[in-house]
């Protein structure tokens, strides 16, 4: 198996959110280009969308962003990308974002972040892809959804092969230790019919 070469990276996309996140965000743009890693995000410019991929491109690496028509009218796309695809609907942003993704890293962000980071845990669970998914719980901002993902644990209704979906990460050097000692899947995505 060859070594992981692109990571897709959820994250917020709102221009208020909690500057404490800045840092590791940016952190991590620079940390992928440094390892020669591809970064595949959301396509847009705000929040820490936009950090996480000027970091990246800032420290030479290649990024790819996707984002939905109707998106770009709520959020500016960026222009300055290596790649950027506009697609008709979230659906296809989701997959297209899966498909180029060896990696998925769940930075701190809001309600899309989490549609997102439910859907390729349950898509892995389901073994639509066998690909390495990343909690960053960073200065422990996941706490609550770790508790909750324990809480249904407890009552039955999540199994132990479903908090096997993914792996907590605490620090960005904890993420990208992950990525680096992690092996691409030879498992493409499964089409999923809608």
């Not at 994250?11 to 280009?33: E, K, N, V, Y």
């Not at 396509?43 to 000027?54: D, E």
């Not at 770790?146 to 620090?171: D, G, S």
Request: proline share 4%; hydrophobic share 40%.
């Amino acid at each position: 198996m060859s070594k992981i070469k692109s990571a897709c990276v959820y994250c917020g996309s709102s221009s208020t959110s909690d500057p404490a996140f800045d840092a590791p965000t940016i952190d991590l743009g620079q940390s992928l280009a440094k390892s020669g890693i591809t970064l595949v995000y959301g396509g847009g410019s705000p929040g820490l969308m936009g950090k996480v991929a000027n970091a990246c491109m800032d420290a030479g690496g290649a990024v790819i962003g996707i984002i939905p028509d109707h998106i770009l009218k709520l959020e500016v796309r960026h222009n300055q990308l290596t790649e950027l695809h506009v697609v008709d609907n979230m659906h296809t942003r989701k997959m297209m974002m899966a498909d180029k993704a060896d990696a998925f890293v769940i930075m701190p962000g809001g309600l899309g972040t989490l549609d997102e980071a439910f859907e390729i845990m349950t898509w892995k669970y389901l073994g639509v892809h066998n690909k390495p998914v990343i909690i960053a719980n960073i200065d422990g901002y996941w706490d609550p959804l770790i508790a909750l993902i324990q809480h249904m644990y407890a009552h039955k209704f999540v199994r132990e092969e479903h908090i096997n979906t993914y792996v907590e990460a605490k620090t960005v050097a904890e993420v990208m230790a992950i990525l680096e000692s992690s092996e691409k899947s030879t498992t493409p995505v499964q089409t999923q019919k809608i």
